[in-house]
């Protein structure tokens, strides 16, 4: 039995998200059904986060137990082959020692969150873009920001369905950056809440608009309450970044 790790690219428009759901397609059983028709095997893939429906993987994590013998690349390729015209890609494998887990090993998970702010509908980047319409004003947005880095009780920012034992969370880094019309929030922590990252985005979208202050922002933190929440992002411009590991 050798345990493989793998990197994934996925576009989460057609997808319930990462996780194997009863009531449409995800990206897990997408992968696993590849390695089944490779292997004959029904191995079960574990990743280093579950994605929401609609949202993207530039490198998602995963680690799979594979009983046949095969080389890396080889299955590499023939998962890629079989997954076809299925939106995900396997971008690397390689084999990895027993206790190596793509969730529990892991000590740092980056996303980012991609805006474009123009008048004009999305041609190209529909559901890849959250189009916001109202100018924003990114320098206000970064110093707002950087109220919620650091270890805060973040319930405001948890959806009523998150699963975490605990809402405290340190956010290590929550920055936004601006190129022309493209907006990108960038957001690192060990890990995150259900929804944390696009809660979060919304309401600095607020500060942007100025609809918000930054007071604002910090009583919503503060209240400790779903309730006060002013906007959850869609899921279209969110992306999976990275994952970190010891070594």
Known sequence: MTRFAFTVEFDGRPFMGWQRQAHGPSVQQTIE??????????????AAGR??????????????????????????EALNAKMRPDPVTILACEPV???WHARFSCIGRSYVYRIVNRRAPLTFERG???????????????????????????????SAHCQA?????TLDRLAVERQGDRVA????????????VRSMVGCLALVGMGRWTPDDLRAALDAKDRATLGLNAPPDGLYF???DYPG
């Open 51 to 76: 994605t929401d429906a609609g949202v993207h993987g530039l490198a998602m994590r995963a680690h799979a137990d594979i009983a046949k013998d095969i080389a890396p690349f080889r299955l590499m």
């Open 97 to 99: 020692a027993d206790d």
């Open 241 to 243: 970044v990275r994952a």
């Open 165 to 169: 034992e605990s809402p405290v969370k």
């Open 185 to 196: 929030i960038h957001a690192a922590a060990r890990s995150f809440l259900h929804h944390q």
């Open 33 to 46: 059904d590849a390695i089944f028709h490779v292997t004959g095997e029904r191995a079960v893939i574990h």
């Open 128 to 158: 890849l873009m959250w189009r916001v319409v109202q100018p924003l004003d990114t320098g206000a947005m970064d110093v707002a920001a950087q109220i919620l880095v650091g270890l805060h009780d973040f319930t405001t920012f948890r």
